[in-house]
Structure formats: structure tokens, C-alpha cells
């Protein structure tokens, strides 16, 4: 039924009256709007979620100048794809013509080293650098190229402007045009669509698909909804589901199921979730979760998160489950949590104690006259590198914190802390 190209495709608006959406930047007093209007444009980077306009703006800008236009994907080009990019911009560019326009896309998964080849050009003005991406650039870009781009926030379309979408697709689309739509129920169609235009297009030809030919649409949430059960992963990245999911992958690993965790690792992946704010959490199940019963997970939560940092998809699947997998299967302790917890809790209860003197910096003459670092005792000094000494203020003075769980590495830390103390912390 439907033609090859993809109804998002199909629907790409090429003129600025045409974009639906992000009104503060291209509407009437926008900032990009102004731009086009002068002629003129800057580097910048467009920040937002999927599916909101962010590469068909790139386009839509550079249709309204005229300009030459580049496009490079971080996913699939390196370095030597960049410099070529910019030797075709040098050898095309005039005398006062404005230079072309190259868009990066997903900009956020260049590495350091693909990010530094862009500079000299932006700096020269040999091309207009236009960057996407679905995450935070000042986390993710480098800052000398930061400095050089305008950062504009690209906002989830509301459920208005999805509907002027849907209206101008079944209405103009030549494919859609064969059918008689009716939008009887639209909760349904807003709800799964989430504020993104490519997703509302994909719902579309989900629903229309099981249509014949000469038959009316009619789009109800129940349709919608048994629609994508039948044919989509159902993970809603900015929904309950994103938190259950996780919520469920968090539990699994806690619970040391590599089987559960690997499973509910893939519905993520299959969700297309973002494989950074995985690794993310498996570095904070390494502390919460593992702790010091296998100190050695926290250095493999992080290789991994760098890692899946330098590899990207769909490579960084197999790091992800490396790191799911040891994780699981370490043993487990939450002592460091419980501690760190526990800790602000006397903190807040007993306000700002003194430091003894004794611990005290002691940077000037009179510190030193008045007390400060007195009697400190250092513990290099001594046999084992330990000296007892009072390091809490006076009034917290043997106070248990930290309580090591019955983990054979946790029970070695325990009896060291009862051979040097004694039983200051063994009440």
C-alpha cells in the first residue's frame, strides 16, 4: 500500500512556513526565523528529543539561504570523512559567497578526536556548522567547539501541533489521500506519539496499513492500541514504561539474576533507549548495590560507561551485557550506601560540629600559635600506618557509620577495624 519512502519522509517540510512547532525559535519573534530573514546564520547546535525537527530544520534553514549542504552522521562517519567534507567546502567556496552549511547529525557521539577536526573549520568560516543531538552538549561536545556554536533547545511537540501534523498528512500525503479518515479518538494516538513527529507518522501507517484500499480510517484508542502491540516494542523512553523497565533491570541486577537483567537489558535496547543512560546506572549499581563486597565492579560499571562512550551502537550492546552479566552475578553489599545515609542523617541532626583542633589546616603562624594541628599524629609514621587518635568532633565521638555486611571481603575490613580500634566501634 504505502510507497518506499517513509510517510516521515514524505511529510519533511522544505519551506519555514511549512515547520510545525518550536514557535520560540522559529515563529514570528524567533531567533532562527531572524536569521533566515537576514540572510546570515551562525554555527549552532540544535538540543532536543527525537523526533521534534531537528535535522528537517537544518535542511529547512539551508533551503530558505540557498546554501550548499553537507550532512554527516556521527553513527557512520570518522575523521577522514570530515576531512573530506571540508576539502570539498574549501575548493567550492568563492570570493563572498556565505559559506555551506554542514549538519552533523546525533553530534553528541563524535569523538574528542572527530570534534577537534571540525574547529579550524568553523573558526575559518569554511563552512556553517550545524549539529543535533538528543543530549546535553555541555556534557557532551567540547568546549572549544561549544564556544563557537549557539546552543537552541528544541521543545516535544504539543498535542496541537501533533494534530496539525496528522491533519496535513492524511489531507495532503498522496499515498493517505487514497483513504477517508476519521479521528473518532485521539488520546491514544497523542499519548503513544509522545511529543514526536516521526513516531505520530510511523502510528499512522501502523493504523492504516490494516485498512484495505477502499475503506475509511478510523483511528480510536482502542485501534491504536492493539495496533502497536502487534507491531511495536512497547518502551516509551519518556513514559511509566522507561521507569518500569529500569525499575525491573535495577531489581534484576540487585537480585543477582543475569538471566532477568540480560532480558530486560534487551527490551531497553530494542526501545531504543539511550545506551549512555544505561551504563549510567550499572556505575551507580556498582556503589549502591555491590559496593565493597566486589570493589572491582565499580572499575568495570565505568570502563563501561566509557566505553560504550567511544564505541556507540550497536556494538556497545555487548559491553552493556559484559558489564549486566558480572554485575549480577557479583556478591552484594549496600554498606556504602547505608553509610553515606546514614552520615547525612547526623549531619542534619547535629548541625555544623567543630573540627578538633588537632585536625585543623594550619597555613599562617598564628593558626599554628592558637592550636591549630597540634597533637596530630601521622599515621605513616607509625608500625602498619595507623596511629589511634580522635578524628570525629567530641560530641560525635564513637559514632558506628559504616556497618560491613557478611561478605568475605567486607569480614576482612571488619576485623581490621576491630584490631585497630578495639572497641571504640565494635559496640
Known sequence: ???????????????????????????????????????????????????????????????ELNRPFYTLSAISSGVKDVREVIEKAKSQKFFNTPPPILFIDEIHRFSKSQQDSLLGAVEQGVFTLIG????????????????????????????????????????NDLELKKYKFELKEKEALFRFSGGDARKLYNIIELVTSTYNSDNQVVITNEKVINVLQQNLVQYDKNG??????????????????????????????????DPKFIARRLVILASEDIGLANPNALLMATSCFQAVQMIGMPEARIILSEATIYLATSPKSNSAYDAIKAAQSIVKKTGNQP??????????????????????KYAHAYDNNFIEQEFFPEKLSGTIIYKPQNNPREQEIASRIKAYWKNKYNK
Open 355 to 376: 573540627v578538633p583542633l588537632h585536625l585543623r589546616n594550619a597555613p599562617t603562624k598564628l593558626m599554628k600559635d592558637i592550636g591549630y594541628g597540634a597533637d596530630y
Open 132 to 171: 543535533a543531538t538528543t543530549e546535553n552538549p555541555s556534557f557532551e561536545v567540547i568546549t572549544p567547539l561549544l564556544s563557537r556554536c549557539q546552543v537552541y533547545i528544541l521543545k516535544p511537540l504539543s498535542d496541537e501541533e501533533l494534530e496539525k501534523l496528522y491533519i496535513r498528512a492524511t489531507e
Open 240 to 273: 511509566e514504561q522507561h521507569y518500569d523497565i529500569i525499575s525491573a533491570f535495577i531489581k534484576s541486577v540487585r537480585g543477582s539474576d543475569p538471566n532477568a537483567a540480560v532480558y530486560w537489558l534487551a527490551r531497553m535496547i530494542e526501545g531504543g533507549e
Open 1 to 63: 500500500m504505502m510507497s518506499y519512502a517513509p510517510l516521515a519522509e514524505r511529510m519533511r517540510p522544505k519551506k519555514l512556513e511549512d515547520y510545525i512547532g518550536q514557535e520560540h525559535l522559529v515563529g514570528k519573534d524567533g531567533i532562527i526565523r531572524e536569521m533566515i530573514n537576514r540572510g546570515s546564520i551562525s554555527s549552532f547546535i540544535l538540543w532536543g528529543p527525537p523526533g521534534v525537527g531537528k535535522t528537517t530544520l537544518a535542511k529547512v534553514v539551508t533551503n
